[in-house]
């Protein structure tokens, strides 16, 4: 079993930064790939970025590219959001999530359901 909690969500000017965390317990951190989504009321969970186990390899969403950065930090179960130059639209509720496979995952995907473990969201909103 794996639970995820993030934190970090909050309110920011446009323009500012935010960097959201994502603590993992309870299973093997290490060798699973993870990611980021967003999800805006009413809408369905959007992918906004992701990493391989060893957090050399990361993708990300247009909209995010060059803005944000996703990173890890294995020997602390961590994962991180590093959020600059939001926006209004960046204003979402954003999770984490982990991915299971077997052996250590190099995949990256931006299909929600590619993922296993889900944590409860954070709520980020960007003041124009």
């Known amino acids: 079993q794996v639970q995820l909690v993030e934190s970090g969500g909050g309110l920011v000017q446009a323009g500012g930064s935010l960097r959201l965390s994502c603590a993992a317990t309870?299973?093997?951190?290490?060798?699973?790939?993870m990611g980021w989504f967003r999800q805006y009321p009413g809408k369905e969970r959007a992918f906004v970025a992701a990493v391989d186990w060893s957090g050399r390899s990361t993708f990300y969403a247009d909209s995010v590219k060059g803005r944000f950065a996703i990173s890890r930090d294995n020997a602390k179960n961590l994962m991180f959001l590093q959020m600059n130059n939001l926006k209004s639209e960046d204003t979402a509720v954003y999770f984490c999530?982990?991915?299971?496979?077997?052996?250590?995952?190099?995949?990256?995907?931006?299909?929600?359901?590619?993922?296993?473990?889900w944590g409860q969201g954070t709520q980020v909103t960007v003041s124009s």
């Open positions: 309870g299973r093997t951190f290490k060798s699973n790939s």
């Open positions: 999530a982990l991915r299971i496979e077997d052996g250590y995952s190099y995949a990256l995907s931006i299909d929600e359901d590619d993922y296993d473990y």
